[in-house]
């Protein structure tokens, strides 16, 4: 049972433009959401999270939305780099738990 | 401020050999997890420890596999008699835990079986 699916396994953005990936989970219960970047061969390294008390965190170029009564999040990147081609991946939390993965889409930067 | 450090960052063990992976966590965290990455997957939990407690194993396969995070030293992954099937990407991360704390990712031990 796939608990946090990112539907689009792979997604193209000219650079200077903004990229948007979507996450959507199924679990009411995950209190805490987070994104994640991962180039092959390395761990994944965390970008970004939000809280399921708010609708928007944003940190420089990145901001990530949650949508509660869709049981859905998205992360924008703006303006969109060549450095940001990578796989990413959602993850969602109840409490002092595990994560719990989406599959992760592809991302990448046309120059 | 070193990072979480996992190693051997590659390890090839023949088929019924042991396979034992190492963690050390980011300075001040006491929450380990371990998750791996199959192929062409996302990353699936296995365990989460507390310094000599398991407070999770419920994405650890029920033989071959545990798991430990002793009082002094890093968190072990140890895998017994390995098989073909077990060749994967072992990812540790650690946190600060509490419900808003992020978890942080090692490099991965890649555990290759032939």
């Known amino acids: 049972d796939q608990q946090v699916k990112q539907n689009s396994p792979s997604l193209s953005v000219q650079e200077g433009r903004i990229s948007i990936l979507n996450c959507d989970y199924t679990?009411?219960?995950?209190?805490?959401f987070l994104w994640y970047k991962k180039y092959p061969a390395e761990g994944p390294t965390f970008l970004i999270s939000?809280?399921?008390?708010?609708d928007k965190n944003e940190d420089g170029r990145f901001t990530v939305f949650l949508n509660k009564s869709a049981k859905h999040l998205s992360l924008h990147i703006v303006p969109s780099q060549p450095g940001d081609s990578a796989v990413y991946f959602c993850a969602a939390k109840l409490g002092n738990e595990k994560l719990t993965f989406g599959t992760g889409t592809r991302l990448t930067i046309i120059p | 401020n070193a990072g979480v450090m996992q190693n051997p960052r590659h390890l090839v063990r023949r088929r019924g050999q042991e396979a034992r992976l190492r963690c050390s966590p980011m300075?001040?965290?006491?929450?380990v997890y371990w998750y791996r990455q199959l192929p062409e997957e996302g990353l699936k939990f296995m365990v989460y420890?507390?310094?000599?407690?398991?407070?999770?194993e419920s994405g650890m396969p029920k033989e071959r596999f545990s798991a430990e995070f002793p009082k002094e030293g890093p968190s072990i992954l140890r895998i017994q008699q390995v098989v073909r099937g077990d060749s994967a990407a072992y990812f540790c991360?650690?946190?600060?835990?509490?419900?808003?704390?992020?978890?942080?990712f090692g490099p991965g031990t890649r555990l290759t079986v032939t």
């Open positions: 679990n009411s219960m995950f209190d805490y």
């Open positions: 991360a650690s946190s600060l835990g509490g419900a808003t704390s992020e978890q942080y």
């Open positions: 300075k001040g965290h006491s929450h």
């Open positions: 939000i809280s399921s008390i708010k």
């Open positions: 420890l507390q310094k000599e407690n398991i407070i999770d």
